[in-house]
């Protein structure tokens, strides 16, 4: 890591040690299956999301939980089928980050349409930084390296707890985007968008309630929602850009890039969050099926307010 902090992939020895034989093992594998054609791609990322919905109950139940929530005027039947379509991408999603990280540029470019850069082009021809919402769509990973091909920006991440997999992410977000930054690193995204540069940024989870405020999301009145967007915004004055990666139903990844959204409230802290979540909102329903909804979005609640998450998802 540089003075500037900075985060490179950098290859060490450390990375062959027998304990992470496994892990490469595992790497080797996604590489290549994701040379496989696409349909066939398909194929096996549907059967194993279908599959892991078996397997793992609890988090079928957040996201059953958390479409309840979020959509209380659909049907059960409604609900069934879109948790059903969301456990398809979930499945989906695995392949969908080895093909970001190992696909060349020529297969992402076959498959891949950019709808609304020149949003981003307009802002940064005055020399402005783009603060880039990456909501925590499924498709995330591919809709970064697919932007990233033609607007390499700063990207800002978790490191893995496993020392391989963090070199791999690494290694593969890197195609897109110049250098990382710890998701902790308000600093150095502040930096960056002075800079002009486009800071990748997704403020739709539920961080805990350190730097927190609750304002509306979809149905559920009181949502965690992180403050840090409005911090970067005061700090920076970037433009704040939202984009959404969908998955057509021919195969294609159509990524498309929302105009600069106006009249952030900064003035106040509940009114900037509601604000975020309303832009948020928006582009989820583009695709709602392809959202991780598997994440305990609303696990943190007021003082004295009750889970909305029963006793056997409680465990995130």
Not at 41 to 67: C, D, M, P, S
Not at 160 to 172: A, F, T
Not at 190 to 208: C, F, N, S, T
Request: glycine share 8%.
């Amino acid at each position: 890591m540089s003075s500037n902090q900075e985060i490179h992939a950098k290859f060490t020895q450390d990375l062959l040690h027998p304990r992470y034989w496994l892990t490469w093992l595992g790497i080797g594998l996604l590489f290549v299956l994701v040379l496989l054609p696409y349909p066939v791609i398909y194929q096996i990322g549907k059967g194993l999301g279908l599959l892991a919905r078996k397997l793992i109950g609890k988090r079928e139940e957040t996201a059953r939980q958390n479409l309840k929530l979020c959509f209380p005027h659909l049907s059960d039947t409604e609900r069934e089928k879109l948790l059903r379509d969301n456990f398809i991408s979930t499945g989906m999603a695995i392949f969908e980050t080895g093909m970001a990280w190992f696909w060349p540029d020529r297969r992402v470019k076959k498959h891949s349409k950019i709808i609304g850069d020149d949003y981003i082009k307009e802002v940064q021809k005055n020399g402005q930084g783009v603060l880039l919402i990456g909501i925590h769509f499924l498709t995330l990973e591919l809709g970064a390296r697919i932007l990233g091909l033609s607007h390499p920006g700063v990207g800002v991440y978790r490191p893995n707890d496993n020392p391989v997999m963090d070199y791999i992410q690494l290694k593969g977000r890197l195609k897109s985007n110049k250098y990382m930054l710890e998701r902790y690193n308000t600093k150095g995204m502040i930096r960056a968008l002075k800079q002009g540069e486009i800071v990748w940024y997704a403020p739709d989870h539920d961080y805990g309630p350190k730097n927190s405020t609750f304002a509306p999301f979809f149905a559920v009145e009181k949502a965690a929602t992180t403050v840090g967007t409005k911090i970067l915004v005061k700090l920076a004055q970037p433009a704040i850009i939202p984009f959404t990666p969908k998955r057509d139903s021919k195969g294609r990844y159509v990524v498309s890039v929302t105009p600069a959204l106006q009249n952030y409230p900064l003035e106040d802290e509940i009114a900037a969050a509601t604000f975020m979540n309303k832009a948020i909102e928006h582009e989820i329903l583009k695709a709602p099926e392809q959202y991780m909804w598997l994440h305990r979005r609303f696990k943190t609640r007021p003082p004295g307010e009750q889970s909305l998450y029963s006793d056997d998802v409680q465990n995130d």
